[in-house]
């Protein structure tokens, strides 16, 4: 997922749903300046197009984005040029810094297939937070509260194009197979594209437990503005 096809109506789409990437950062920074009153510095990993990194980059002196997919980091170096946006893998981070917070919102943590693999991330952005640090992630769904068999919708009218997606989501293992499928129209014709995504289905216990042993204190907090709630830490001195 999240190639170029994708990269160009990501945004546009989620926005068109009610999305408000700059609400739910500033929530985010409220809660970093509740824990860290003093917070000058920010990392936001799978930071995406740099939509939530754009408010973070307004509240705080220094913020920089790790990246995976090549075509929304390219899309967040040009929203934010001048901001390091980083081309890397959450499970192995080594900017060779520490920030007082890190976020990875939007569920981009259960892109990671294991649970181990969920743990080496949170060691790793554990890793680049000063001691008392605040660690924010958002999660997918968990096992219990998943439903199987979703199906979804969205149409967007767009600055001279259409935008199409339809979406089925259902159980396979230990994790939510999300079928897409994107038809986009434009005055130059039709575009449609195909994409399967896996999201790992992890237990609240596996978060809790992996903050922990990243040396973290952590709380769920559950609802939160996107439905799904936000894991909240801090690092230990």
Avoid at 22 to 47: F, M, Q, T, Y
């Amino acid at each position: 997922m999240f190639g170029p096809e994708h990269a160009a109506v990501y945004e546009a789409t989620y926005r068109g749903r009610g999305k408000d990437w700059e609400g739910e950062a500033a929530d985010v920074v409220r809660i970093v300046r509740e824990l860290r009153p003093g917070a000058l510095s920010l990392l936001d990993v799978a930071c995406g197009t740099g939509a939530h990194l754009e408010t973070f980059h307004t509240a705080f002196a220094h913020v920089e984005g790790v990246e995976v997919a090549q075509a929304m980091r390219e899309r967040a170096r040009r929203r934010l040029p001048g901001v390091p946006i980083h081309d890397g893998d959450m499970r192995h981070l080594s900017l060779g810094r520490t920030f007082d917070a890190v976020t990875c919102l939007f569920t981009a943590i259960n892109f990671l297939p294991t649970v181990e693999d969920m743990r080496t991330a949170v060691a790793a952005m554990a890793g680049h937070l000063v001691p008392g640090g605040v660690l924010v992630i958002e999660p997918w769904w968990f096992p219990e509260t998943f439903l199987d068999g979703y199906v979804g919708g969205d149409l967007l009218r767009d600055d001279g194009r259409v935008v199409a997606r339809v979406s089925r989501s259902v159980r396979q293992g230990n994790a939510t197979r999300m079928e897409e499928r994107w038809v986009v129209a434009d005055a130059s014709g039709f575009r449609t594209f195909d994409e399967v995504g896996f999201l790992a289905l992890f237990a609240r216990e596996d978060y809790l437990a992996a903050y922990q042993d990243a040396g973290c204190t952590v709380e769920y907090r559950p609802g939160w503005l996107t439905g799904r709630g936000l894991f909240v830490g801090v690092k230990r001195d």
